[in-house]
């Protein structure tokens, strides 16, 4: 090469290595200027996943928005989208088995190639449709301070709180809310009722004189700070904040009179929409979703019951933890689970609206 | 109405009035309070402390010091801005989408409304009190249902084309446009009928082209109707909720149904730090008004 | 050369013409089938949901209270608001100003901001239960969520603002001579309003609580947020129907039967309305 040439060769390597370093750079981000749209519940729910998830998939160049709403809600956008999806990954409740899951017409199929952490799950927790997100316990939560000022004892089961001395002081789920369903279809079968015939369920709550339904459960937390609330029917994870919040609350694992169960149980399932134009991105979500971390963040801060074993036992470790919920594995097995093939929800609505109108 | 038939009634009472009120010495009549002045001003300040304590304590709340589950108490513990340095972004987008769809809407009902006015007016139509009746209507359909109308009928006009417009702007846009339009075309009504026609008689004679006249002569002695018609469509615009509820989608929101889901859902004090400001904001363009136009003149025009 | 208005008409006419017909014949139409769930709707239009709606007492209920609620509403927005309104429009003072600005304002703050505002005011530990207890007239909270009060205390703040600034424009075209006048020729105070003030002002005010009467019949967020969840009215239910239930057609139905209420009520006001002026004719 003669010397006049060198310079434009070193030019010409020059400008290809930038090239290639610049570009390297650019195939680094995975999911780069993907928009991946969560659909949850909002407050603490979002919060956790913009604390733990959020930052990894921005590093790999994406970006996370959220859609907020009870499962019920989202489901009604799901459907008036028609043909879009308006979100990318549903947070979905057992209570929508038929819904979703009768002939997933709703839904697409999840990439498991990606789902590196099912070595934590159980068999049934995950299939091409769906991954299991979470399960709550839903108990009884009361103020033992001021069921001790009433000289009452520790309620036991639902009719525990329809003694007059907490009239109005006592919250249940509104049936629109997350919590809606189980404790719905809970107390029918504590009222000997069960699936189909709710009728029963539907006169303990009117006995109940409560105060109102709540459709958040960071009210509940709130009206027992403030002294509205004396018990409330929610899931754990509320009582368990409430704790923390400084109200003197306890849970108590209901008891399903007239069966054999001991606490109800409630799940959560992951689902990719139909018409989403993002399914890596989403099964990567629900991938990190099952990350043994962020399970036990969920756990800590939310009080839901993680879904592999190895975060129930670690949890076993915290003491506020292992008081207010059941980490025994045989007694987890023993809590009342709604077969919500058997269920007409719909219908359940109507029976509620009629019943507690004013 | 009443009130036509009532210009020459007024008329002679004036006379009547002036007449007398020369005659007499002594002091002018008591102003038309039955209780009496003072009783008449508590009344209304009790009126007034019903209808603005809301937004007073919504304003002092947000000064709310304490953690995200704490009671939220008026007047608040320990008062602190925090609250106002979290507003989600999502809460200053749906403000943006929320000013931008009332200023386009109002605007889109001065567009339709003022000729429609004019036709109503001034043209000699037999079907005249129908007509007037048409454009009124969308004030009779109760708001959800012109929500729930619209969805319907974005869903069969989508499914017919494959062009959805539910969750798009043009979708809202319409549905808003819809329930403005019959507030200009009510405000400018009114104005055009007091309008003396000889003046624009007298810019024709003149050699005025007839869109002339219309800029130079018509459009400035309306615009206090045009004026008052904008405002109520901005106000109808910017503070709905029935309508925008169905014509929303996720990510595309305006600002009261992000409120009223964060309500539901999502509760964070900073929502009342958001809607101090738009309290504030509200002042604002309030005053502006007042500089401009001049509140008394704009309400004045609105009668019907 | 004579300007053609009727021409200048034509096309708002047509705008606004075309999307009424549209909007309100797809969802009168959609409320003669059936749903069948998550928002499919069956081929064969039948009437089931009419007749679901007249014979259950729970939507028959919810009809009421929808009417009930909206007619106190616009009843006592009139009370509270016709003297301020009268304030207004007489007052010579600069304040009328201030006043006025104070009704703007609530008129364009959104009600669900409003909404906020009351809920705390009216929580257990807030100013009005405080000031309750501590005068031991009750010895629980009172509060208005969850009940019928509570709708029609909502459902005023939706409507006071632009009640306000309704009635000062018919009052305002009431010429203060004339009151003048009525007093200088002797009419007490109280008399003078009977008599003149009232009947002149008699069909700006009807119309102006009819408007107000078909705001809270449409008004679905105070309802929504101040019902709890217990009371249900038409604009509520037909939200939950949608947004819950997925239920079109069923939504449809509701919404068709507020609405011919709507329509209804207005009709029957009018002509009772002119009924009362031709017998009671006082002045014009």
């Known amino acids: 090469m003669k010397l006049e040439r060198k310079p434009s060769v070193l030019f010409t390597s020059a400008v290809l290595s930038i090239g290639l370093l610049t570009s390297s750079m650019g195939f680094a981000g995975q999911f780069d200027g993907v928009t991946l749209r969560v659909a949850t519940w909002g407050g603490s729910w979002k919060e956790n996943m913009v604390q733990a998830i959020v930052p990894k998939f921005e590093a790999l160049g994406g970006k996370i928005e959220f859609v907020t709403g009870s499962p019920q809600a989202n489901l009604a956008k799901l459907i008036a989208a028609r043909g879009k999806a308006p979100f990318d990954v549903m947070e979905t409740l057992d209570a929508q088995e038929k819904e979703f899951f009768a002939t997933n017409e709703l839904i697409q199929k999840i990439d498991l190639s990606q789902l590196t952490n099912k070595e934590h799950l159980d068999e049934w927790q995950y299939s091409d449709w769906r991954v299991a997100s979470w399960s709550t316990q839903e108990v009884i939560c009361y103020n033992r301070e001021k069921y001790a000022e009433l000289g009452l004892p520790a309620p036991t089961t639902y009719q525990d709180l329809a003694n007059e001395k907490l009239a109005g002081r006592v919250v249940i789920p509104d049936i629109t809310s997350g919590g809606g369903f189980a404790n719905f279809g809970a107390i029918a079968y504590a009222a000997g009722g069960n699936e189909q015939n709710v009728a029963p369920g539907l006169e303990v709550i009117k006995s109940l004189n409560s105060l109102k339904f709540w459709s958040r459960g960071g009210e509940v937390v709130t009206q027992f700070e403030s002294g509205d609330v004396y018990a409330a029917v929610v899931h754990a994870g509320w009582c368990l904040r409430a704790r923390k919040a400084g109200s003197p609350v306890d849970t108590v694992q209901p008891v399903i009179t007239g069966t054999s169960h001991v606490g109800v149980g409630k799940y959560g399932w992951l689902v990719i929409p139909k018409h989403s134009k993002v399914p890596e991105a989403a099964s990567w979500f629900i991938n990190e979703y099952q990350e043994p971390e962020f399970q036990m963040l969920y756990a800590v801060k939310s009080g839901v019951v993680p879904t592999n074993r190895k975060s129930i036992s670690q949890l076993a470790s915290d003491p506020i933890f292992a008081e207010m919920l059941e980490l025994d594995p045989a007694k987890i097995g023993n809590q009342l689970q709604i077969d919500y093939k058997k269920a007409d929800t719909s219908d359940w609505i109507d029976q509620w609206n009629r019943s507690v109108s004013q | 109405m009443g009130t036509e038939a009532a210009t020459s009634t007024v008329q002679r009472a004036d006379l009547l009035a002036r007449i007398s009120a020369r005659r007499r010495k002594g002091p002018p009549p008591r102003r038309g309070y039955p209780w009496g002045k003072l009783g008449h001003y508590l009344y209304c300040g009790l009126s007034y402390i019903f209808l603005l304590s809301p937004m007073i304590v919504v304003i002092g709340a947000s000064f709310h010091g304490g953690e995200y589950y704490t009671a939220i108490k008026f007047p608040p513990d320990d008062p602190s801005l925090q609250w106002y340095t979290k507003i989600p972004t999502a809460q200053f987008e749906a403000l943006a989408l929320s000013f931008g769809l009332a200023m386009l809407a109002a605007l889109g009902a001065c567009v339709i409304g003022i000729p429609a006015a004019l036709g109503i007016v001034r043209g000699k139509l037999p079907g005249r009190s129908v007509i007037s009746s048409v454009f009124r209507a969308p004030l009779q359909i109760p708001a959800i249902v012109t929500g729930i109308a619209f969805l319907q009928l974005y869903y069969l006009f989508g499914d017919a084309t494959g062009l959805y417009f539910q969750g798009t702007f043009i979708g809202l846009y319409i549905g808003h446009l819809f329930v403005a339009t019959p507030y200009v075309v009510g405000t400018v009504t009114a104005i055009l009928q007091r309008f003396d026609e000889r003046l624009e008689e007298a810019a024709f004679s003149l050699g005025a082209s007839r869109w002339r006249t219309f800029r130079r002569v018509t459009l400035p002695v309306i615009m206090p109707g045009v004026y008052a018609g904008a405002l109520y469509s901005f106000m109808v615009s910017f503070a709905d909720v029935p309508i925008s509820i169905f014509l929303t989608a996720p990510g595309f929101v305006t600002y009261p149904v992000e409120l009223f889901y964060g309500m539901e859902n999502d509760f964070d004090p900073s929502i009342l730090a958001s809607s101090s400001l738009v309290i504030f904001f509200c002042l604002l363009v309030l005053l502006g008004m007042q500089k401009l136009v001049g509140l008394d003149n704009l309400l004045r025009s609105g009668s019907r | ?284």
């Open chain 3, 1 to 284: 050369m004579k300007t053609r208005w009727e021409m200048v008409l034509l096309p708002s006419f047509l705008i606004v013409g075309i999307l009424i017909v549209a909007s309100q014949y797809v969802f009168l139409k959609g409320s003669f089938f059936k749903d069948l769930g998550l928002g499919r709707i069956s081929d064969t239009a039948t009437m089931v949901n009419y007749l679901r709606f007249f014979t259950d007492s729970f939507y028959l209920n919810t009809l009421w209270i929808t009417v009930k609620t909206s007619a106190l509403a616009a009843l006592f927005t009139l009370i509270l608001g016709f003297p301020v309104a009268y304030l207004i429009a007489r007052m010579r003072s600069r304040w009328s100003m201030i006043l006025l600005a104070g009704i703007v304002v609530a008129t364009f703050v959104t009600i669900v901001i409003k909404v906020f505002g009351l809920i705390i005011i009216f929580s257990a530990d807030g100013l009005i239960n405080q000031a309750l207890m501590g005068l031991h007239i009750v010895d629980r909270p009172y509060t208005i969520i969850g009940n019928q009060t509570g709708v029609v205390v909502g459902l005023m703040h939706f409507t006071l603002g632009f009640g306000v600034l309704l009635l000062y424009s018919v009052i305002q075209t009431i010429p203060r001579s004339l009151e003048d006048a009525a007093q200088i020729h002797g009419a007490s105070r109280w008399r003078m309003h009977l008599r003149v003030l009232f009947p002149l002002s008699l069909p700006g005010v009807t119309v102006g609580v009819l408007m107000m009467f078909n705001m809270c019949m449409g008004a679905f967020t105070s309802a929504a947020l101040l019902g709890g969840g217990r009371v249900f009215t038409l604009p509520v239910l037909i939200q939950r129907t949608v947004m819950m239930e997925i239920k079109y057609s069923m939504a449809g139905t509701l919404a068709a039967v507020l609405l011919v209420t709507v329509l209804l009520i207005n009709l029957l006001s009018i002509y009772l309305i002119r009924r009362l002026k031709s017998a009671r004719l006082v002045i014009a």
